[in-house]
Structures are given as C-alpha cells and as structure tokens.
C-alpha cells in the first residue's frame, strides 16, 4: 500500500506533469480561430483547422499565447511570398482572457487583418518573450475566396428536337424528340473548389420546378447532368 507521504509526492509529480503538459499546449499554439463577417453580412467563426474564408473586408484572428509574451503576426501571400501584414502585438496579461466561439478561454491577443485579396496566404505567428526574442514560430495556410465559380454559359452538346431555342436568356424547346434534355457547363474554375453543382428548372414565380445534381469532371472540369 501507497504511503501519504508517498502519495503527495506521486500528487505533486502528477500535477508537475500535468501543468508541464499545459504550458506546452499554450507554447505551441498560435492561431485559434477566425472571426469576421462574411459576403452575405453573416457573422462567422472558423477555426484555423479550417481555414476557407470569405470575409466581407478585414477579418480577426484569435492567437493564443503565454503572459508576458507577444506576439508578431504576418501574412504572406503564396504565390510570391510577400508579406502583405505584419504588427507585433502588447504583451500579453491576465486582462487579455480570450472567450471563443466553441466557449473555451485563454491568455491571448486579437488582431484585425485589413482587406486583402483573393488567393492564398500563409499565416507566421512568432512568440516572443518579454526581451523581444523569438521563442518559437508557427505557420498557418488560409485560403481567401470572396468570388464564386466562374464558367462557360449552360450549353446543349446535343439538341434532342425541332424548333429548339437553347441559347439565350430564353430557351424555347420546341418539339423534344426525347424526355430529357442533357446539359452541359465547361471550363469551371474556383479558387477553392466546390462541393456540387446543380441545375434547377424555375418557374416564372420564382418557384422551383425541379432540380437535378450534375456530375463533375475534374479532368475537363465541366458539369453535365
């Protein structure tokens, strides 16, 4: 059987470890989360493992840190590595309690990241000690896409009738020789790619008459349905 005084001890090494452990977490983490409002004026918060963005303007970031540190925040754009932000935070103290959106805390500091434009950037966070020495460094990538998709128009590789108008803002159909018409969308492009396509048939009431997936080729990056 386990002593008291060989208990406190096994405590005392256990709580060691555990803070020890604590300490680390915060030493390593940099970016928690992202919050911003997006395109459609809706607020967002994103975490960094996620890091698709459309904000509408500048966005936040929450970065962790340990007291009395800093921290020096820049972005660099990936298609040629130029910083295009950079601030040094204050150091950090027990008033700088962060609360994010998933409802956890920690010491850190919020920096606003003016507007920038589309593309992909990376994200360096150095953390550095009350000497301004740089203690360790991390990196984020984010992707920034405000634009939709881009293509061709609706196209009919195979006109299945007469009298078939199928160009415009208008299509007449004509006389169908068969019950379906096939669809065709080519050269799609987006900068962060999609999740589905799909066409949808609207009445003039603006109701929906039917709506149908597309099937995607990346090869040819067209959508057929």
């Known amino acids: 059987p386990m002593s008291f005084p060989q208990f406190l001890h096994h405590s005392a090494l256990a709580m060691t470890v555990s803070i020890a452990a604590s300490m680390l977490s915060i030493a390593n983490a940099r970016v928690y989360e992202y919050k911003f409002t997006d395109i459609h004026g809706a607020q967002k918060s994103v ?6 963005l459309n904000p509408h303007g500048s966005f936040n970031v929450l970065l962790i840190g340990g007291l009395d540190q800093q921290i020096r925040i820049s972005v ?10 950079s601030t040094t935070t204050g150091i950090i103290t027990v008033d700088d309690r962060i609360a994010s959106s998933s409802g956890n805390y920690f010491y850190g500091k919020t920096v606003t990241i003016p507007p920038i434009s589309d ?4 994200i360096k966070s150095d953390i550095l000690d009350s000497k301004s020495s740089v ?9 920034i896409d405000t634009v ?3 293509s061709d128009n609706f196209s009919v590789p195979w006109i299945p009738g007469y009298n078939m108008v199928v160009t415009g803002q208008r299509w007449e159909l004509g006389q169908g020789q068969e019950a379906a018409i096939n669809l065709a969308i080519k050269n799609i492009n987006d900068l962060s790619g999609f ?3 799909i066409v949808q048939i609207i009445k003039p009431d603006g ?7 597309m099937t995607y080729d990346e090869g040819s990056k067209a959508a057929t349905a």
């Open 207 to 213: 109701s929906t008459q039917s709506s149908y997936a």
């Open 47 to 52: 975490s960094e493992s996620a890091p698709y």
């Open 135 to 143: 203690v360790s460094t991390t990196s984020h990538l984010v992707v």
């Open 76 to 85: 660099f754009r990936d298609t040629d590595t130029n910083a295009v932000f």
């Open 119 to 122: 593309g992909r950037y990376t």
């Open 148 to 150: 939709g998709p881009t």
């Open 195 to 197: 999740d589905k396509a």
